[in-house]
């Protein structure tokens, strides 16, 4: 496998994405007129302590989750797309000269990431790709540089290994959600265009911020908080196991007291949670607003959760949906994929490398 973020052009692929509560997997294809059509997605449960903080811990256990989405997914393509979290990767823009040999630029490229790197070069790999003209300086392009230890990527590759697939593309999740982003904008007036969007991606244990300016990432940020805090008060209030109090999260059957006692609560916190991120973002940078919330992740499939948050904030708040255009292959019911939707937005984008051009 070549580590690529930026890899140039692609066969095609799953988009995998391993985070702490599942496997998650997308397919796309071409569609008529030129879009995207879902051929099939899916989603796998993983074990509580299977993957933590980004990192794989149980290598088994994640194989075979692997294992078991790709086989619900029923496709014969085992080339895979995965991606590290941001945490595991260290990436920075750079200018260099125009016009320099692909071998000049290796070369600047190990000088600059010898300067920022903590580690030594050989427990890193690294990958770069030209952004393009510098605003600033017109003989010099912009570069970004990317980096990652040998090792997060060994883990990762480990596991796809394990079920069998082969991995074409490591790519990070931050990027993977701003691809997936730019089809879900299309749920937003004039597609985003010169707006401040906030995407907040609440899974499991973890809310990912990431805010875009006229469609360009400028702020991310992490904070722990998550889905799981909900399920262990179910456990701990009703006396249920973890198993059983994630399923009946989802499809209900809990006592009468879970919708005022748990459930709102949870949704509350939720929401102050998000007026926290806003407000440390409005205080932190030149922006003094956003104009529209994103929600992703699981805890975004929580009935009401936008008018929660939109009203705790005051500002605008919708669910991703990144299949909003998307054709739909014959396999794929409408009201499932639309329930499961913000939780595929990393699985999306990383599926989507297919195209690249
Ligand atoms: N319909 C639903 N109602 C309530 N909660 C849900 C629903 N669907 C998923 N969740 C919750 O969302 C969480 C999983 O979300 P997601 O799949 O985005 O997490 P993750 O990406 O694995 O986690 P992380 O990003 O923290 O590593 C779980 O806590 C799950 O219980
Ligand atoms: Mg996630």
């Given at each position: 496998?070549?580590f ?10 799953i988009g ?16 008529p ?6 051929e099939?997605?899916a ?14 811990a ?8 692997v294992?078991r989405?790709w086989?619900?997914?029923n ?16 990436s920075?823009?750079?200018?260099m ?13 190990e ?7 903590p ?12 952004l ?11 570069v ?23 991995v ?26 010169d ?6 991606d609440?899974?499991a244990?973890?809310m ?9 990432s400028v702020?991310?940020r ?16 009703f ?32 929401a ?9 973002f ?5 922006f ?17 959760i936008?008018?929660?948050?939109a ?34 937005m990393?699985a999306?984008?990383?599926?989507m ?5």
């Amino acid at each position: 496998m070549k580590f690529d973020f930026f890899n140039e052009r692609t066969p095609p692929l799953i988009g995998v994405d391993i985070s702490s509560a599942s496997v998650k997997m997308v397919e796309l294809s071409e569609g008529p007129k030129g879009g995207y059509r879902i051929e099939s997605y899916a989603i796998a449960p993983l074990a509580k302590d299977a993957v933590v903080d980004g990192n794989i811990a149980g290598l088994e256990q994640v194989g075979d989750a692997v294992k078991r989405a790709w086989k619900l997914m029923n496709t014969r393509e085992k080339r895979v797309a995965l991606a590290l979290p941001a945490a595991a990767v260290i990436s920075k823009k750079v200018l260099m000269q125009k016009g320099l040999r692909e071998e000049d630029m290796e070369l600047q490229v190990e000088a600059e990431a010898n300067q920022y790197i903590p580690f030594s070069l050989d427990e890193v790999n690294i990958d770069f790709q030209v952004l393009g003209d510098s605003p600033t300086s017109p003989d010099e392009v912009e570069v970004i540089i990317a980096a990652s230890r040998k090792e997060k990527i060994q883990d990762r590759e480990a596991a796809a290994e394990a079920a069998g697939l082969k991995v074409v593309i490591m790519d990070v999740e931050t990027y993977a959600t701003e691809a997936a982003y730019r089809l879900a904008a299309n749920q937003l007036p004039n597609a985003g265009r010169d707006q401040t969007v906030m995407i907040i991606d609440i899974g499991a244990v973890m809310m990912h911020i990431n805010v875009l300016h006229n469609n360009q990432s400028v702020y991310i940020r992490e904070q722990s908080f998550g889905g799981a805090q909900l399920t262990s008060e179910i456990q701990r209030r009703f006396g249920l196991s973890s198993d059983e109090a994630e399923i009946a999260k989802r499809k209900g059957g809990l006592p009468e007291s879970y919708e005022n006692e748990v459930l709102q609560p949870f949704m509350q916190s939720l929401a102050l949670e998000v007026a926290r991120a806003l407000q440390f973002f409005t205080s932190s940078t030149q922006f003094n607003r956003v104009d529209h919330i994103m929600l992703a992740g699981g805890c975004a499939s929580i009935p009401g959760i936008d008018a929660a948050v939109a009203e705790r904030t005051q500002v605008n708040t919708i669910i991703a949906n990144p299949f909003i255009n998307m054709t739909l292959s014959s396999k794929i019911k409408q009201q499932l994929l639309n329930a499961d939707a913000p939780s595929l937005m990393i699985a999306c984008g990383l599926a989507m490398r297919r195209f690249d051009e």
